[in-house]
């Protein structure tokens, strides 16, 4: 498996389903904004109705955050507009307004390195920073869905990064303690943990 972090995120064209109507996208549209990218193995499944629920209700907190949320599978846009018209109900995805992008052949998830033997991707997350470059990725097996809240934790991370130039220790929050890169203050955090 690529460790895609800190390399240009492989760039594609592709069709993608925003609420039922077709678009073609490039991912270097969406230079100047933060991109989620996810993937998921298939649509009218089990597992992953829940993640894109899940994205959906956190959606304008990533916009909040200046991030666009797209979503990528091997299935056919019709496939993916069938089941944006599905109800939760009946395991469906009505309702979810981020794009769905349509992966037939599974050229996007090779490239970044998730299409796994059967054809279909594993659970790959990819944070992309407004320059087009990989800052974060997540790799998750088939059965193991993926924590949207950490997501926005990492997004926000980068961006305190970013604006601060400090970097960010372990289990770190949005409002708490950073670290400058000398001793002094690796030390002075340490010291001052519970």
């Known amino acids: 498996m690529s460790v895609l972090v800190g390399k240009k995120a492989p760039i594609f064209k592709a069709t993608a389903v925003f609420e039922g109507e077709f678009k073609t996208i490039h991912l ?12 998921y193995p ?3 499944t089990f597992v992953c109705p829940t ?8 959606l304008q907190d990533f916009i909040r955050l200046g991030a666009a949320v797209l979503a990528c599978s091997v299935d056919s846009p019709y496939s993916h507009k069938a089941w944006l018209e599905t109800p939760k109900e009946k395991g469906g995805i009505h309702g979810i307004q981020y794009g769905i992008i349509s992966d037939l052949g599974g050229k996007i ?6 299409l796994n033997e059967e054809g279909i ?22 059965p193991l869905g993926r924590s949207v ?11 305190h990064v970013e604006k601060h130039g400090e970097v960010c220790p372990a289990d770190w929050n949005k409002n708490k303690t950073a670290i400058h890169t000398t001793r002094e203050s690796v030390g002075a955090y340490l010291a001052n943990r519970p």
């Open 51 to 58: 993640e894109l629920h899940a994205f959906q209700e956190k």
């Open 42 to 44: 298939l649509d009218f």
């Open 149 to 159: 809240a950490e997501s926005i934790r990492m997004l926000e991370a980068l961006q």
């Open 109 to 114: 998830a090779q490239d970044y390195d998730v």
């Open 121 to 142: 991707a594993y659970r790959g997350l990819f944070l992309i920073d407004q320059q087009g470059i990989v800052r974060h990725q997540v790799v998750n097996d088939l």
């Open 28 to 39: 270097e549209g969406y230079k100047g904004q933060y991109v989620i990218l996810f993937f």
